[in-house]
């Protein structure tokens, strides 16, 4: 997703020597931001102004209105400061970036223009407001080049600190871009955007960023030398760059993000491939349909989490599987742990929900954001942490113990807070209130002043009453003429002489006395004061805070993977999941299902897997009869148990796969020139190319987007290239019953089918995978069960009676191939010959035989 620079507005820059004050500070302001949208603070109001204003009127649906003065009309557009926030994501949906032109001095401050500058710059990547926000990851990317086909990727979420950086090549960073789904990215010189999909903002950025020396000597100032923490030069760019961006969307804020203290760099290959195909099809984190059940994917699922923590460790697990046969034990061990001990889940359980999102609460405690309450709310969670490390304790598993012996109580942190803050602190700062009783002894006093001074007020009245004789007599106070006496106007001869008049009304006079005014003097000064020290007691505290950042997220790492684990466990224990086998080559599950569709539909009928490394298991049966939901399910099976999880079986036997690929449903790329079947071809490639004996395979209906002679050819290639070429353990459903033929002649090939039952011109599904192939499709049945009117499948059967025939006769002909075919054929050697060039043989076979 990419947005045209929006530039300085041409109708102000054309006549810059005219303009007022204000809106050349405007203009200068969007000649510093050129690709950003501008929105200048007048007042209450964030305002656009010509070119701008426009935009922004069409895009919020808003009123556009004109600003006149001394050089002309502009239009103009504006929306409420206090309701921004609502407004400025509007804009970030439409594909925009938006800079915050704040009022950085206060009109009173000087008799000229107030200035304004650029406080926040907000992108759809780099958000740590709160109202933009859900308990997911936004990662913006930095993509950098190097040596060839070199690629080094960076990933961070501004708002929780959360950094990786991979590299390899085009093909396999792609892949690792697709994992993370990035709302935006920046990317070196020389790159395209082709590797980011339409809903990631590619934002231009300075190309100085990506050089080799100013990247690696932002990284050391982060992470100290790049060397020892990234594998390439590539990589460093990448990070290099990425750090730059970030502190350059911070603006007003200081450059550094001190609370980003972990990098981590990994290896593509640690994990279970899953592309953005198979990301999709499988519908691990959003689903391929249009209306049903909105949470019916695989993470939804399996969420069992009580906190943000856990939700965002949970996402991570499924996105990025295991391939260390070790650390998946360790994970299940502890899963299994929990899942047999109710009391101690439950009771962490109850426990997590209590845990605020103090990664990010601590991301803001060290850019200087966060208020009183999110200090108060860092200690509420850190108070839930000692029950926590409680419930823990005696934990059998490796992983646990590990968890218990990482949850530090942060006492002095906890202590530090309760003792300066108040128990419900105001959300302003500026507002006084924040620091408790106690905490400061000149605070203390001047509070003392303050209410001395208020409480002789507040008897003033009283005692001037009865001093005076005027019973009509009210003390009150404004913020422009402070405290003062109010006498009704019959009352005035009744006014002592030491009464100094201050304002006069309609109907009453208002008056102040010199103790009067000596009292207010001391009011308000100690008022004043307090107010500043409290914001300098409280910035003093957030500091001290910002000092144990690196301390807290080693805390809320742990409380994050604890809350996945006992997701894991919960799901295992209440859906009857088991703990997976891993190791060896077999598929063995029994009483297999599909996590989701089970959780969605009131029954569902469990199926077995029985193969061998390299088996191709070719399924044949009628559309809705479970072919693609079986299939899935083999794979959210693997997936589950390389995450750490357990699986919705019976019993599960696994191996560990480094690559899952699927071609499963039809879609197009209508907008980019591509027809479903040439998506197909593409996807397929991709699969041909990337594949190995250890990954598993899951096609769908290949060859359905071209003739019937074409689609068989092309299936049985792929069927005959996994097999003898690459030895893959391959799902394969299809509609070509030829392609049954092909499991007598090659030995790892196996017959399955979904059977079903077309009598009475109706169809009924057993939803039972069973040995050998299917009879029929019954598509003219699946056809009159859905609607199809009676004449139309009448017609649809006398065609297939006639073809039926037509082809009995055909095949009772005796064919002969020519000597030359024969010849051909038996010098083919199979396990040398590629797709292409089977197809390229069997046309000339065709051809012969015609």
């Known amino acids: 997703m990419e947005t045209d620079a929006l530039g300085a507005p041409a109708k102000m820059a054309d006549r810059r020597e005219e303009l007022t004050p204000m809106l050349s500070q405007y203009l200068d302001l969007c000649e510093q931001y050129p690709d950003s949208l501008v929105l200048f603070q007048v007042g209450d109001f964030y305002e656009t102004f010509c070119e701008a204003a426009e935009l922004t009127a069409r895009l919020l649906e808003i009123t556009l209105t004109k600003r006149e003065d001394s050089t002309g009309r502009y239009p103009m557009a504006g929306i409420p400061i206090d309701n921004a926030e609502s407004y400025i994501e509007t804009l970030l949906d439409a594909g925009y970036r938006v800079a915050v032109a704040d009022q950085v001095q206060e009109p009173s401050e000087t008799a000229g223009i107030v200035d304004r500058a650029v406080t926040r710059i907000v992108t759809p990547g780099t958000l740590t407001e709160d109202a933009f926000l859900d308990e997911s990851n936004t990662f913006v990317a930095g993509l950098a080049d190097g040596e060839g086909d070199e690629r080094g990727l960076?990933?961070?979420?501004?708002?929780?600190?959360?950094?990786?950086?991979?590299?390899?090549?085009?093909?396999?960073?792609?892949?690792?871009?697709?994992?993370?789904?990035?709302?935006?990215?920046?990317?070196?010189?020389?790159?395209?955007?082709?590797?980011?999909?339409?809903?990631?903002?590619?934002?231009?950025?300075?190309?100085d960023a990506f050089g080799l020396d100013s990247a690696r000597d932002r990284v050391a100032a982060y992470f100290g030398d790049p060397d020892t923490v990234l594998a390439t030069d590539a990589e460093i760019r990448a990070c290099g760059a990425l750090l730059a961006y970030a502190e350059h969307t911070r603006a007003g804020e200081a450059d550094r993000l001190d609370y980003l203290n972990r990098l981590?760099?990994?290896?593509?290959?640690?994990?279970?491939?899953?592309?953005?195909?198979a990301l999709r099809s499988l519908e691990l984190f959003e689903r391929r349909g249009v209306g049903g059940q909105t949470d019916a994917t695989l993470f939804d699922t399996v969420d069992?989490?009580?906190?943000?923590?856990?939700?965002?460790?949970?996402?991570?697990?499924?996105?990025?599987?295991?391939?260390?046969?070790?650390?998946?034990?360790?994970?299940?061990?502890?899963v299994g742990e929990l899942r047999g001990d109710v009391r101690t889940r439950e009771r962490l359980h109850e426990k997590l929900r209590?845990?605020?999102?103090?990664?990010?609460?601590?991301?803001?405690?060290?850019?200087?954001?966060?208020?009183a309450r999110d200090l108060r709310s860092l200690k509420s969670t850190l108070d839930v942490v000692p029950a926590i490390h409680d419930a823990l304790a005696g934990s059998e598993s490796q992983r646990l113990t590990a968890l218990h012996d990482r949850l530090d109580p942060c006492r002095d942190v906890r202590n530090e807070i309760d003792t300066a803050l108040v128990a419900e602190p105001p959300i302003e700062l500026t507002e006084g209130g924040l620091i408790a009783e106690g905490y400061d002894p000149d605070l203390d006093s001047l509070r003392a002043t303050e209410r001395e001074g208020k409480n002789w007020i507040d008897e003033l009245e009283t005692t001037e009453r009865e001093h005076t004789g005027i019973d009509s007599l009210k003390v009150g106070y404004n913020q422009v003429h402070g405290y003062y006496i109010e006498v009704t106007n019959p009352?005035?001869?009744?006014?002592?002489?030491?009464?100094?008049?201050?304002?006069?009304?309609?109907?009453?006079?208002?008056?102040v006395t010199p103790e009067l005014k000596e009292r207010e003097s001391e009011i308000v000064t100690a008022e004043q004061r307090a107010d500043e020290l409290e914001y300098d007691l409280f910035t003093d505290l957030r500091s001290s805070i910002a000092a144990e950042t690196e301390r807290i997220q080693s805390v809320a790492d742990a409380l994050a993977a604890l809350d996945a684990l006992q997701s894991f466990a919960t799901v295992a224990a209440e859906r009857d999941y088991c703990r997976p086998e891993l190791g060896g080559d077999a598929v063995e599950v029994e009483g297999g299902r599909h996590p989701v569709v089970e959780r969605t539909q009131q029954s569902f009928v469990p199926n077995p897997t029985t193969l061998s490394r390299g088996d191709i298991a070719i399924i044949t049966g009628p559309n809705m009869a479970g072919k693609s939901t079986y299939m899935r399910q083999v794979a959210l099976a693997v997936v589950l148990a390389q995450a750490g999880g357990f699986v919705p079986a019976a019993s599960a036997r696994l191996p560990v796969v480094d690559r899952l690929f699927t071609r499963v449903g039809a879609s197009d790329d209508i907008a980019g020139g591509r027809s479903t079947f040439m998506v197909e071809m593409t996807e397929l490639a991709t699969i041909l190319d990337a594949v190995?004996?250890?990954?598993?395979?899951?096609?769908?209906?290949?060859?359905?987007?071209?003739?019937?002679?074409?689609?068989?050819?092309?299936?049985?290639?792929v069927v005959e290239q996994l097999h003898d070429v690459v030895g893959a353990t391959t799902l394969f459903a299809t509609h070509h019953h030829a392609l049954t033929e092909t499991a007598d002649r090659l030995p790892r090939a196996r017959n399955y089918h979904?059977?079903?039952?077309?009598?009475?011109?109706?169809?009924?599904?057993?939803?039972?995978?069973?040995?050998?192939?299917?009879?029929?499709?019954?598509?003219?049945?699946?056809?009159?069960?859905?609607g199809v009117p009676d004449p139309v499948v009448s017609r649809a059967h006398e065609l297939l009676d006639r073809e039926t025939d037509e082809q009995a006769g055909e095949s009772s002909e005796e064919t002969e191939l020519p000597d030359g075919a024969v010849g051909r054929l038996h010098g083919v050697d199979i396990a040398q010959t590629t797709p292409l060039e089977a197809l390229e043989l069997l046309s000339e076979l065709k051809s012969q035989l015609e």
């Open 264 to 277: 981590t760099r990994y290896d593509p290959r640690e994990h279970l491939l899953l592309d953005a195909v």
């Open 754 to 786: 979904f059977a079903a039952d077309g009598s009475g011109g109706t169809v009924s599904f057993s939803h039972e995978l069973k040995p050998g192939a299917a009879s029929g499709s019954y598509g003219i049945e699946v056809a009159r069960s859905a």
């Open 491 to 511: 009352n005035l001869d009744a006014v002592p002489d030491d009464y100094q008049r201050r304002q006069t009304l309609k109907n009453s006079e208002r008056f």
């Open 354 to 371: 209590d845990v605020y999102d103090i990664e990010r609460l601590v991301s803001r405690v060290s850019r200087g954001r966060a208020n």
């Open 304 to 334: 069992e989490t009580a906190s943000a923590l856990g939700a965002r460790e949970l996402t991570d697990r499924l996105r990025r599987p295991l391939l260390d046969t070790d650390e998946i034990a360790a994970r299940h061990d502890a």
């Open 692 to 717: 190995t004996e250890r990954s598993l395979v899951l096609l769908d209906e290949v060859g359905r987007g071209t003739s019937t002679a074409d689609g068989l050819a092309l299936a049985q290639a």
């Open 154 to 207: 960076a990933v961070l979420d501004v708002s929780t600190g959360d950094f990786y950086a991979t590299g390899g090549d085009t093909r396999s960073v792609r892949d690792e871009i697709d994992r993370f789904a990035p709302e935006e990215a920046v990317i070196a010189p020389g790159l395209d955007a082709d590797a980011f999909d339409g809903e990631t903002m590619v934002s231009p950025f300075r190309p």
